[in-house]
């Protein structure tokens, strides 16, 4: 990577770099998908996906933690981890050939004392991307697959258009008190199967914390996750035989209820 300080608190970073990704070992095995009377074939032969990776970033700080963070990125990848046919009803995990990933990421960490919160800070998070490969049932081209299933947070890195993290918190540090907000939004996931397509939607998720380290040098906390009870979406749409090339057999929708949980949680050297 090469980097150039225009001035103290201006900084343009330019990144070049290849990575290869981790294989998981259930895509060597197969199992049973009880919940889709489906089967999940494994891979022997299935090869890490290399990525090729190009990334400009400019920053700016204000203050002492002030920050605004803007970065482009293009990702060339070849092998794609995808899902590959098998059979007009069947596929395995498999290299699907070479894609391209591209898009913007926003950051910033601004300071919230001129707004009256002392030891307050309000952290963004934004990304924008969109991808392209050649679909291996239908020969045309589509975005990358994300991963399958539901999941009770909502992470920011996912094959999607886009996510949203914006991250709350004050530390009052006479009371040894900290306390904090998150909301997080992130869009739909798409995963393409042989003759089944999954849109994954986690919809918006508001979380709330309180902590303290104020008795016995041990970190108490106590976390309110999914305050607004949001339910997860799962829609599947099951063809005859190949995706988009044979009639719908049917379409499924099924609501995924998480409920509000309240996490309380210790930390520290016992």
Known sequence: ??????????????????????????DFV???????????????????ESTWIAQLSEEWRFGELGVVKLTGFHHWISDVEDLLPL???????????????????FESTVPLERVGLKGGRLDLKLRWQDSTVTDPVTAD??????????SQDIIFRNENEY???????????????????????????PLFKVNELEVFDEGTQFNAFVETTRWWRIKMRL????????????ERTVYEAERSLSPVTFRERRRLTNGTRLVLGFSGAF
């Open 1 to 26: 990577s090469l980097t150039y300080s225009a001035s103290p608190r201006r900084q343009t970073q330019l990144r070049i770099a290849r990575e290869v990704s981790q294989l998981d070992f259930s």
């Open 30 to 48: 197969s199992a049973t998908v009880f919940e889709d009377d489906d089967l999940a074939l494994g891979n022997p032969n299935l090869k890490p």
């Open 87 to 105: 059979t007009p009803e069947f596929e395995v995990p498999g290299n699907i050939g070479d894609g391209r990933r591209w898009g913007v990421e």
């Open 141 to 150: 081209s589509r975005v990358l697959s994300s991963e399958g299933g539901s």
């Open 163 to 189: 996510a949203i993290l914006l991250n709350f918190r004050q530390d009052l540090e006479v009371a040894k008190i900290a306390w904090g907000l998150d909301y997080r939004q992130r869009a739909e996931r």
């Open 223 to 234: 976390t309110l996750n999914n305050i607004t009870d949001v339910s997860d979406y799962r």
